[in-house]
């Protein structure tokens, strides 16, 4: 804490050194007044181009108002559930399970990485989705994640199944070219939380010196 009487002392010596101004400028009122409302109140002089966008003809079926109407849920959280339903609309329609990634979440919403996971898990803890990490056969690694649309994301007269989509029968569901793609197993995210914990588990107890011997 400064001292009352020593910050005296060193305004005085400072003002006797520089000397006392005499005109003192301020900005009017007016001025200010002006310049805020220009800044807060006023359109642009100039509008900024519009970005272009492709129509991929795709759409968004419908979901449930509760989406919109939560309050645990931010404004991201909801597109990003109207991006997973459209994109699972497309890709599965009977089991409402869909692979899909990180990137593809933050290619489509022009977000960060860890701003996509923060908006599956506002999903994920109000109960619109489940999600599973899933897992290649042949290494460690995480290809993706299995998001599953749980029923309050969806209305009432779609909580059993989707209207079926028109296809050519006898068509084959699911390409056999790269059938060594499919050969992965899902995890739940706790799980798979403690198998990436292992090696750092691992690793922490080799630093551990071992304990002396008993005498």
Same mark, same amino acid.
């Given at each position: 804490? !400064?001292? +009352? ?12 050194? *520089? ?7 301020? +900005? ?30 795709? !759409?968004?079926? %419908? ?11 931010? *404004? ?10 459209? !994109? ?35 999903? %994920? ?6 999600? *599973? ?34 296809? +050519? ?12 793609? !499919?050969?992965?197993?899902? +995890? ?28």
């Amino acid at each position: 804490m !400064y001292d +009352i009487a020593t910050l005296h002392d060193q305004l005085k010596r400072r003002i006797d050194r *520089d000397g006392c101004r005499q005109i003192i400028q301020t +900005i009017p009122t007016d001025q200010v007044r002006r310049k805020r409302s220009l800044r807060c109140c006023h359109l642009p002089a100039q509008q900024q181009p519009l970005i272009p966008v492709r129509d991929s003809r795709a !759409y968004v079926p %419908e979901l449930a108002a509760r989406l919109d109407t939560d309050p645990n849920l931010t *404004d991201g959280a909801r597109r990003c559930a109207r991006i997973l339903a459209a !994109y699972t609309y497309r890709r599965n329609r009977d089991t409402r399970t869909a692979q899909i990634t990180v990137t593809y979440l933050t290619r489509a919403m022009s977000k960060c990485r860890r701003t996509v996971q923060r908006y599956l898990r506002q999903l %994920e803890r109000a109960g619109y989705i489940g999600t *599973d990490v899933i897992a290649t056969t042949r290494s460690r690694l995480c290809l993706g994640l299995a998001v599953t649309l749980l029923r309050p994301l969806l209305p009432q007269h779609h909580a059993q199944k989707w209207p079926s989509a028109s296809m +050519i029968s006898g068509a084959t569901r699911l390409s056999q070219n790269h059938s060594s793609r !499919y050969k992965t197993r899902t +995890i739940p995210i706790q799980s798979w939380a403690l198998r990436c914990m292992d090696g750092v588990f691992r690793s922490l107890m080799q630093t551990i010196p071992a304990l002396p011997a008993p005498l």
